[in-house]
């Protein structure tokens, strides 16, 4: 086993825990992974044309493409900026060879990441790059017209809720990308969100929504929330309890604050104990099943498009891999599409037959 990312790059944190693992490194290191990799497999001659040179870590049919790294926002609970440091976007030519590349490969479905997706290009201040000798800006709305062409599922995740957002709504509609956002709200209070230092505002995510459902009454909405943090009471934990209520968010995960070493937020007071923190993680998730449940069952007799990632179990256009439900029926191979006919629905997975 290879360990690589963000704790690579902090010592031997890794190699004291876990003494067994391979080789360990920092993010963004193909070189030292594949150093590794050569080092532990039987030597060989070189063959420039059969040599292990890449790897893929997901199955054949979809893949995450990282169109930007590091994040220029400073959340108090986070230590991201600190390891990788401030938006740094790929030349949009590069990652359009990229996804054209996965696509060749049978890649059916692109999972667009970055710390801060809706960000993009902001640092090369949009220049335009070209695509398949196209003009086309350095720039979020531009990057999934361009994947859009491509013919095949495109899924947004780590979406700031810039008012330009609202610009991909459309391709939504137009089946250009799928109607899947990924926003990560964190919180529904004023003052929690400005502990937090995020950029958000609750009444206006409200109508935000209430826009993007208007234009794409099919779009699913995900995002992420923390309860727990220093500070918050059990009036303000109540008004995120309500925002939940009334956004009707489709898909919904929530942490308990966890105090990670360098965060800003440690040094903040009114630090929660452990039992409260989780207690209310317990409410919101229990609040939020009844809402995913509710949300769900109007799938109930409805023939919905699923990609395959095992014989009898897919995902719709509403579920990302490993974080959101499941569509589970009978027969299906792996990578392909099938049409499932929903009989019924739990609080997160969907129960079907072959249409």
């Known amino acids: 086993m290879i360990v690589t990312g963000c704790l690579g790059a902090k010592g031997d944190i890794v190699q004291k825990a876990h003494p067994s693992v391979l080789a360990i490194t920092g993010p963004h290191d193909p070189v030292g992974v594949m150093k590794a990799v050569h080092r532990h497999l039987p030597p060989k001659p070189h063959n420039p044309y059969t040599d292990l040179i890449g790897v893929k870590l997901t199955p054949r049919h979809y893949a995450y493409l990282k169109i930007s790294e590091g994040c220029n926002h400073r959340c108090t609970f986070c230590i991201i900026p600190s390891m990788r440091g401030d938006l740094v976007s ?6 359009m060879r990229e996804a054209e590349n996965l696509v ?36 979020m709305t531009d990057l999934c017209a ?38 990560p709200f964190q919180h529904a209070s004023p003052r929690i969100l400005k502990l937090m230092k995020r950029p958000a505002n609750a ?3 409200l109508d935000r929504l209430r826009a993007w459902r208007r234009i794409c009454p099919e779009i699913t909405v995900r995002s992420t929330f923390i309860v727990g943090f220093p500070g918050e009471t059990e009036a303000e934990f109540e008004e995120l309890l309500s925002f939940l209520e009334e956004a009707q968010l489709d898909r919904v995960g929530c942490f308990a604050y966890s105090p990670v070493q360098g965060a800003k937020a440690n040094e903040l007071d009114g630090a929660l104990p452990d039992q409260v923190r989780e207690e209310r993680r317990g409410r919101f998730m229990k609040a939020q ?52 006919h929903i009989d019924r629905a739990e609080a997160h997975d969907l129960h079907g037959r072959l249409a």
């Open 104 to 139: 060749k490969a049978g890649v059916k479905e692109l999972l667009v990441i970055s710390q801060d997706t809706s960000a993009y290009g902001v640092d090369l201040k949009y220049r335009t790059g070209f695509s398949n000798g196209r003009p086309v800006k350095t720039q």
């Open 90 to 95: 790929r030349p949009i030519g590069e990652v």
């Open 146 to 183: 361009e994947l859009g062409r491509l013919g095949v599922w495109v899924r947004l995740h780590y979406v700031y809720p810039y008012p330009h957002v609202d610009e991909v709504i459309p391709l939504m509609a137009d089946g250009k990308i799928l109607p899947y956002l990924d926003v």
């Open 289 to 340: 099943e009844k809402i995913s449940a509710d949300r769900l069952k109007r799938k109930v007799g409805k023939t919905i498009k699923v990609i395959v990632d095992e014989p009898g179990v897919g995902r719709s256009t509403a579920d990302a891999p490993e974080i959101d439900g499941v569509v589970k029926f009978k027969g299906g191979k792996t990578g392909e599409f099938v049409n499932v």
């Open 203 to 205: 009444e206006k995510v």
